[in-house]
């Protein structure tokens, strides 16, 4: 299973970004996607997150500026990224749960990361 984000880029800070990232390989099913990001000397964070059914979960720093949808049948999530601040600046990086047979667990994967540089 692979995950590959793409959208990532350099915006000014009141700017939009979207990123969109796809899965792909031998996938039964996903249950959650999601999104966490990791800034320069910090830990890895949760920006939002998705579940199949379409339930969504945001950490507050992002919350009413950042929109997480997908596609099951492209089994892609989205984030619409609005009012981009300084400090939303870090590597955004692609996260889901996914069964690759009927019998076998969830299993997460991760995708490569995609930057994320908002200038003031």
């Known amino acids: 299973v692979q995950l590959v984000e793409s959208g990532g880029g350099l915006v000014q800070a009141g700017g939009s970004l979207r990123l969109s990232c796809v899965a792909s390989?031998?996938?039964?099913?996903?249950?959650?996607m999601g999104w966490y990001r990791q800034a320069p000397g910090k830990q890895r964070e949760l920006v939002a997150t998705?579940?199949?059914?379409?339930?969504?979960n945001y950490a507050d720093s992002v919350k009413g500026r950042s929109t997480i949808s997908r596609e099951n049948a492209k089994n892609t999530v989205y984030l619409q990224m609005n009012s981009l601040k300084p400090e939303d600046t870090a590597v955004y990086y692609c996260?889901?749960?996914?069964?690759?047979?009927?019998?076998?667990?969830?299993?997460?994967?991760w995708g490569q990361g995609t930057q994320v540089t908002v200038s003031s």
């Open positions: 996260t889901a749960s996914v069964r690759i047979f009927t019998t076998t667990p969830l299993r997460d994967y």
């Open positions: 390989g031998s996938i039964f099913s996903i249950n959650a």
């Open positions: 998705i579940i199949s059914g379409g339930s969504t």
